[in-house]
């Protein structure tokens, strides 16, 4: 089981970026894929999810509205694409693997595997 999560770099104020969880060694359509986020000096925060097949979604109020979490089956791949970013959104985001129904999916012990983080800033 591999998560490869890419797509960060430095994008001014208002800006856009899509993240990439890449996944191998298992289907989408069995497990959720849930994105967290690190920023400096704070804790670990789960931010988004999508169930097992793409049937739910889920956002936290402080990115709801502005990302998008998607999934492509025949890549084996999740998306989040993030708009109108601001400087609070400077993190590193990770991607986990978790259950089916994205259950509890903002507390870290509802994953079992991580990607290896890619690193957003914000900044203008």
């Known amino acids: 089981v591999q998560l490869q999560a890419s797509g960060g770099g430095l994008v001014q104020p208002g800006g856009s970026l899509r993240l990439s969880c890449a996944a191998s060694?298992?289907?989408?359509?069995?497990?959720?894929i849930g994105w967290f986020r690190q920023g400096p000096g704070k804790e670990r925060e789960g931010i988004s999810c999508?169930?097992?097949?793409?049937?739910?979604?889920y956002y936290v109020n402080s990115v709801k509205g502005r990302f998008t979490i998607s999934r492509d089956s025949d890549k084996n791949t999740v998306y989040l694409q993030m708009n109108s970013l601001k400087p609070d959104d400077t993190a590193v985001y990770y991607c986990?693997?978790?259950?089916?129904?994205?259950?509890?999916?903002?507390?870290?012990?509802?994953?079992?595997?991580w990607g290896q983080g890619t690193q957003v800033t914000v900044s203008s």
């Open positions: 986990g693997r978790g259950n089916y129904f994205c259950s509890a999916y903002r507390f870290e012990d509802s994953y079992d595997y």
């Open positions: 060694g298992f289907s989408l359509d069995h497990y959720s």
């Open positions: 999508i169930s097992a097949k793409g049937g739910s979604t």
